[in-house]
Nanobody
Framework: QVQLVESGGGLVQAGGSLRLSCAASRLTFRLYTMAWFRQAPGKVREFVAAINNNGDITYYGDPVKGRFTISRINAKNTVYLQMNSLKPEDTGVYSC??????????????????WGQGTQVTVSS
């Protein structure tokens, strides 16, 4: 069965950086749109970023524009999220998600078929 495994989370001070990775297995990775979502305690899941299967189209949620960068290496079946200038409000569980083809609404969680378990990111003030 398809597996998405996130890594790279942790505790960081405000203004710091983290790089998350999501390794995919048992799917034809190059055919899938990949995305990152996050969820803070007591809040709804929030779209962070998405990247199309070729890596030449990206979307970002407004709160992270200019600070986060999504990228992928299809030969490694891995998608990344570089997070810079982190803020306490970026704290949450970050999960990657996969959907075959390009999605008309890449920000919508319902567009994605497969999900990872998530990795915790905590930003201290």
């Amino acid at each position: 069965q398809v597996q998405l495994v996130e890594s790279g989370g942790g505790l960081v001070q405000a203004g710091g950086s983290l790089r998350l990775s999501c390794a995919a297995s048992r799917l034809t990775f190059r055919l899938y749109t990949m995305a990152w979502f996050r969820q803070a305690p007591g809040k709804v899941r929030e779209f962070v970023a998405a990247i199309n299967n070729n890596g030449d189209i990206t979307y970002y949620g407004d709160p992270v524009k200019g600070r986060f960068t999504i990228s992928r290496i299809n030969a490694k079946n891995t998608v990344y999220l570089q997070m810079n200038s982190l803020k306490p409000e970026d704290t949450g569980v970050y999960s990657c998600a996969a959907a075959i083809g390009w999605r008309t609404s890449p920000r919508a969680p319902d567009e994605y078929t497969f999900w990872g378990q998530g990795t915790q990111v905590t930003v201290s003030s």
